[in-house]
């Protein structure tokens, strides 16, 4: 209670510096018979220099404050000497006797991506700042992608902190970048490689001529394929919200192709704001630009919550008439629901993920909370 104590008397004492008043100019608008007025909505221009310079003085106003409390600098100081002193590895991948992940390392608050060999020996192959090439602003690792046969990895890179990332490709063995870039793909969709790694599948937000000032950014998403060597201009749309394929997309879904390791058949799937997914499967040698055969797995009123494919079956996690979840299997090749067999039955306990491996099903549950 003393630090809080030591904070108002602070505050108390500062008073006479008062914060940056932002304008109101008021935009009313009448939906669905309700006046809503929006004092603020000059501020949905964020190239506005008055905007800018608002937030500037916002953020003098507010570090002042922070500054001005007793014994803050000397905690901050503690907690960044804890933070930094310690790493540890995530988002780990495995890849034909390599490990993949993620590693900050003490002192330093951006991820590496660092790879270990079959023989145990480790190396940093992707380092944000250090790379050759990098320019001076700051670059940070999002997320990441490794081929099947472990030689290449696609890499997804924010400028300055950004949620819009480029995703660039490396060489393992060497480190070295390929000129393979593929830009304006948002930070948490990874490529998906091909087989063979002649390239991948990613899912890419909408060209510069579907978004515009009246559109939402993440409106519009896209499935293309990127062919190593080619360029990005040539990547064919295989999912996209103007698309006539047997798999019609919504501007607001979020579209997917993923090929599962060990399997001859595509998943597509759609995501959006809600935990529900509608999934296609396909042949894997038929997807090719054009007409698809897409086969319906589910719409989201079947509320399937996850899936998990094997050679021949798929796994779903479904909530439909089972709030705490079953799982139920399909076969891969004709995948219809109203056949499927139990695998998992409901139970008193909240079924919230499951997860294929070799040797086993494993699922998550929660009781009592």
């Given at each position: 209670?003393?630090?809080?104590?030591?904070?108002?008397?602070?505050?108390?004492?500062?008073?006479?510096?008062?914060?940056?008043?932002?304008?109101?100019?008021?935009?009313?608008?009448?939906?669905?018979?309700?006046?809503?007025?929006?004092?603020?909505?000059?501020?949905?221009?964020?190239?506005?220099?008055?905007?800018?310079?608002?937030?500037?003085?916002?953020?003098?106003?507010?570090?002042?404050?922070?500054?001005?409390?007793?014994?803050?600098?000397?905690?901050?100081?503690?907690?960044?000497?804890?933070?930094?002193?310690?790493?540890?590895?995530?988002?780990?991948?495995?890849?034909?006797?390599k490990l993949f992940y993620l590693r900050i390392d003490p002192g330093s608050t951006l991820s590496k991506l660092v790879v270990?060999?079959?023989?145990?020996?480790?190396?940093?192959?992707?380092?944000?700042?250090?790379?050759?090439?990098?320019?001076?602003?700051?670059?940070?690792?999002?997320?990441?992608?490794?081929?099947?046969?472990?030689?290449?990895?696609?890499?997804?890179?924010?400028?300055?902190?950004?949620?819009?990332?480029?995703?660039?490709?490396?060489?393992?063995?060497?480190?070295?970048?390929?000129?393979?870039?593929?830009?304006?793909?948002?930070?948490?969709?990874?490529?998906?490689?091909?087989?063979?790694?002649?390239?991948?599948?990613?899912?890419?937000?909408?060209?510069?001529?579907?978004?515009?000032?009246?559109?939402?950014?993440?409106?519009?998403?896209?499935?293309?394929?990127?062919?190593?060597?080619?360029?990005?201009?040539?990547?064919?749309?295989?999912?996209?919200?103007?698309?006539?394929?047997?798999?019609?997309?919504?501007?607001?879904?979020?579209?997917?192709?993923?090929?599962?390791?060990?399997?001859?058949?595509?998943?597509?799937?759609?995501?959006?704001?809600?935990?529900?997914?509608?999934?296609?499967?396909?042949?894997?040698?038929?997807?090719?630009?054009?007409?698809?055969?897409?086969?319906?797995?589910?719409?989201?009123?079947?509320?399937?919550?996850?899936?998990?494919?094997?050679?021949?079956?798929?796994?779903?996690?479904?909530?439909?008439?089972?709030?705490?979840?079953?799982?139920?299997?399909?076969?891969?090749?004709?995948?219809?629901?109203?056949?499927?067999?139990?695998?998992?039955?409901?139970?008193?306990?909240?079924?919230?993920?499951?997860?294929?491996?070799?040797?086993?099903?494993?699922?998550?549950?929660?009781?009592?909370?």
């Amino acid at each position: 209670m003393a630090f809080a104590s030591g904070f108002f008397a602070t505050a108390a004492a500062g008073e006479s510096a008062a914060p940056p008043v932002a304008r109101r100019d008021v935009v009313v608008d009448t939906t669905f018979g309700l006046r809503l007025e929006d004092p603020y909505r000059w501020m949905e221009t964020p190239d506005s220099p008055e905007f800018r310079s608002w937030l500037l003085a916002q953020g003098e106003y507010t570090r002042g404050r922070l500054d001005a409390i007793p014994g803050r600098k000397r905690l901050a100081a503690r907690l960044r000497e804890l933070s930094f002193e310690t790493s540890g590895p995530g988002a780990l991948q495995r890849r034909a006797g390599k490990l993949f992940y993620l590693r900050i390392d003490p002192g330093s608050t951006l991820s590496k991506l660092v790879v270990r060999d079959a023989d145990g020996k480790e190396h940093v192959l992707v380092d944000p700042v250090d790379r050759p090439g990098a320019d001076s602003s700051h670059v940070s690792i999002d997320n990441y992608s490794v081929s099947w046969d472990g030689s290449l990895v696609a890499v997804n890179l924010a400028q300055g902190g950004s949620e819009i990332t480029g995703v660039h490709v490396f060489d393992v063995a060497t480190g070295v970048e390929r000129p393979d870039v593929v830009e304006h793909v948002w930070g948490q969709f990874t490529v998906v490689w091909l087989p063979d790694a002649s390239g991948f599948f990613y899912t890419q937000m909408a060209d510069a001529g579907f978004r515009d000032s009246k559109v939402d950014p993440i409106l519009g998403m896209r499935v293309r394929r990127h062919l190593l060597g080619t360029s990005v201009k040539q990547d064919a749309v295989f999912l996209a919200p103007d698309s006539t394929s047997s798999l019609p997309i919504e501007p607001r879904e979020f579209p997917v192709i993923d090929i599962p390791i060990g399997t001859h058949y595509a998943i597509a799937y759609c995501v959006g704001a809600h935990p529900q997914i509608r999934t296609y499967v396909a042949p894997l040698e038929a997807v090719q630009p054009g007409k698809i055969p897409w086969k319906r797995v589910s719409e989201y009123e079947d509320s399937i919550a996850n899936f998990a494919p094997d050679t021949a079956s798929l796994y779903l996690l479904t909530r439909r008439n089972a709030p705490n979840g079953r799982i139920v299997r399909v076969p891969i090749s004709n995948p219809d629901l109203k056949s499927a067999e139990e695998i998992v039955p409901q139970s008193d306990r909240i079924l919230s993920d499951m997860t294929l491996t070799r040797d086993g099903f494993y699922t998550l549950r929660t009781e009592a909370g």
